[in-house]
C-alpha cells in the first residue's frame, strides 16, 4: 500500500481543501505534511463553509483519521480558535485527530518577527500572511525550536530561553514589542486545548498503517510556486510545498509515495508578492476576481489573477511527478468569449519553454487563444453534458502538459465535481 499525495501546482488556493474532502471516502487516513496557519483550504456541502488552517481537509468525512505531521508548524492559539469554530458546529475531533510530537510550535514572538522582517524589506516584501510561518520555520532548521513535543516536559524554561533570543533580535532591529504579552497571555491559555488532543510518533504510526494496508492521503498546502526551493524566490513560503515535502513531512520513503494527485485552476491566481507571468491587471483580471471570488481565505487580500500559465504548470508537474492532475474553478470562465493560455514565454527576444530562474518584467507571455464555451456548468453532473468547447479545453491541455485531467471541478460545493472514467 502506498500514499497518495495531493497538492497545489500553482500559487496556492487552487482547491485542494474541496477536493481532499471529496477523495477522503477512498481513504482511511488524511495527514497534512507541511505549512502552518498560513493555509486556508475551503470547503462547502450542505450549504454550509468552512475554512480549515492547520486541521486536516479529511475532517468532515466519518471516522476518518486525521493526522497534523512533523513538517507542520503549529500555533495553539490560532488552533484553539480552529478546534472551538468546528465543535460549535457540531463536529467533534477528539480521538480522529492525531498530532505529531515533532511538529514545530509557532511561537509568541514569532508573529512578531514575521512583522518584523516584512517592515525591514520596505518595498520588497513578500507580502506573507503575518502568522509567523518564516521565523517559526528558520527556528527549525537553525535548530532553535520548540516542538509540540517540548510542552510536555519543562516548556516555560524552554520558552524562556527561545523568547529571550527571539526578544533580542527584535530588539536590535527597533521593533515595537509591546504586543507580545497580549499575545503570549491568549497562546499559553490555548496550550491546554492543544493538549485535549493524542500526540503521536506520527512517523510510527503512519509506518504501521502503510504495513496494515490502510490507505492514506498526504494534504499539501500552498503550491508548488511557493516551494522554498523550486518556487518563485525569495517570494516563496518557507517550507517544501512539493510532492518531496510529503517525504520529510510524514516520515514516509519515497518509495511508498502512490499516486500524485496535482491540482491546478482553470486560470491562475497569487496573493503577496512576486513575478505571476500571465497577470491581468486589467479588466479581465477583475472579471476573474470577481467571478472567481479571488479574495484570500485567511487574509481576505484580492488575489492578483491571469490566464493559465502552461510553462509554470509544466515546471510544477515535472518536480512534483504528477499522476494524474485536477481542474478547478471551470466554471469561472463560462462567460468568456475567449480563453487564453500561456504555452511559452518570450524572454529579450527569444522563445522559452523552461520556466526561468528569474521570472522577472521581461517575461512576455505566449499565448494561444481559444473559444469560449459561454455555457453554464455549475449543475452539470456528467462528462457528456460538457459543451464542445470546453471538451476541446481540456484535451487541449491534457496535451499540453502530458498528465490526464481525473477530476474537473464546476462550483465550491462537494456535489459540484465530476470524476472523470
Ligand atoms: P485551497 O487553499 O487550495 O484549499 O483553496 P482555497 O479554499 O483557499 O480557495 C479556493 C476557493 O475556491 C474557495 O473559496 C473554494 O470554495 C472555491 N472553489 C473550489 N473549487 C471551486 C470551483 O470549482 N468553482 C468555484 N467557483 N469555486 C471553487
Ligand atoms: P493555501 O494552503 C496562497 C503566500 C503568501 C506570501 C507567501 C509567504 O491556502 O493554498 P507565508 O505566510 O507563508 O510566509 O507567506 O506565501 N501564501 C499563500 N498563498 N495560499 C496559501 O495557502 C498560502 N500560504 C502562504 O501570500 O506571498
Ligand atoms: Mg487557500
Known amino acids: 500500500m502506498k500514499v497518495d499525495v495531493l497538492l497545489g501546482l500553482q500559487w496556492g488556493d487552487e482547491g485542494k481543501g474541496k477536493i481532499v474532502d471529496v477523495l477522503t471516502p477512498g481513504y482511511e487516513i488524511v495527514a497534512r505534511f507541511q ?5 486556508g483550504h475551503t470547503l462547502e456541502f450542505e450549504g454550509k463553509k468552512y475554512v480549515l488552517r492547520s486541521v486536516p481537509s479529511g475532517i468532515f468525512q466519518g471516522d476518518k483519521i486525521n ?21 460549535s458546529s457540531g463536529h467533534k475531533l477528539k480521538g480522529r485527530l492525531l498530532i505529531s510530537k ?70 536590535q532591529y527597533g521593533f515595537d514589542t509591546a504586543a507580545l504579552a497580549g499575545i503570549e497571555k491568549e497562546w499559553f491559555a490555548s496550550v491546554a486545548k492543544l493538549k ?21 492521503l498526504a494534504e499539501g498546502a500552498q503550491g508548488t510556486m511557493l516551494d522554498i526551493d523550486f518556487g518563485s524566490y525569495p517570494f516563496v513560503t ?10 520529510t513531512g510524514l516520515g514516509v520513503a519515497p518509495c511508498k509515495i502512490g499516486e500524485v494527485f496535482g491540482i491546478f485552476k482553470a486560470y491562475c491566481t497569487r496573493v503577496g508578492s512576486g513575478p505571476f507571468p500571465t497577470e491581468l491587471p486589467d479588466g479581465t483580471g477583475d472579471k476573474l476576481r470577481e467571478y472567481g471570488f479571488e479574495f484570500g481565505s485567511v487574509t481576505g487580500r484580492p488575489r492578483r489573477c491571469g490566464w493559465i500559465d502552461l510553462v509554470a504548470l509544466r515546471y510544477a508537474i515535472m518536480i512534483d511527478g504528477v499522476t494524474q492532475l485536477i481542474m478547478m474553478k471551470s466554471d469561472v470562465l463560462d462567460s468568456f468569449e475567449t480563453i487564453k493560455a500561456c504555452v511559452s514565454y518570450e524572454i529579450n527576444g527569444e522563445k522559452v519553454s523552461d520556466f526561468p530562474f528569474e521570472a522577472d518584467d521581461n517575461i512576455k507571455p505566449v499565448y494561444v487563444e481559444m473559444k469560449g464555451w459561454q455555457t453554464d456548468m455549475t449543475k452539470m453532473q456528467e462528462e457528456k453534458e460538457f459543451p464542445e468547447e470546453f471538451g476541446d479545453y481540456i484535451a487541449f491541455l491534457e496535451k499540453e502538459l502530458g498528465i490526464p485531467i481525473s477530476i474537473v471541478s464546476l462550483g465550491p460545493d462537494r456535489a459540484q465535481t465530476i470524476i472523470r472514467k
Open 238 to 247: 518557507s517550507s517544501n510545498t512539493i510532492a518531496a515535502g510529503a517525504c
Open 196 to 216: 485535549e488532543f493524542t500526540f503521536i510518533d506520527s512517523e510510527h504510526y503512519i509506518n504501521n498503517a502503510i504495513k496494515q494496508e490502510k490507505k492514506i
Open 67 to 87: 493526522i497534523i505531521g512533523n513538517g507542520v508548524v503549529l500555533d495553539p492559539a490560532l488552533f484553539k480558535g480552529e478546534i472551538e469554530a468546528l465543535e
Open 35 to 39: 505549512g502552518g496557519p498560513n493555509a
Open 102 to 171: 515533532k511538529a514545530h510550535l509557532i511561537l509568541p514572538a514569532h508573529r512578531l518577527l514575521d512583522a518584523c522582517y516584512e517592515a525591514s524589506k520596505g518595498d520588497s516584501r513578500i507580502g506573507t500572511t503575518g502568522k509567523g510561518i518564516g521565523p517559526a520555520y528558520t527556528d527549525k532548521i537553525s535548530r532553535n525550536g520548540l516542538r509540540v513535543g517540548d510542552l510536555l516536559h519543562n516548556f516555560d524554561e524552554k520558552y524562556k530561553s527561545a523568547t529571550e533570543k527571539h526578544l533580542k533580535i527584535l530588539n
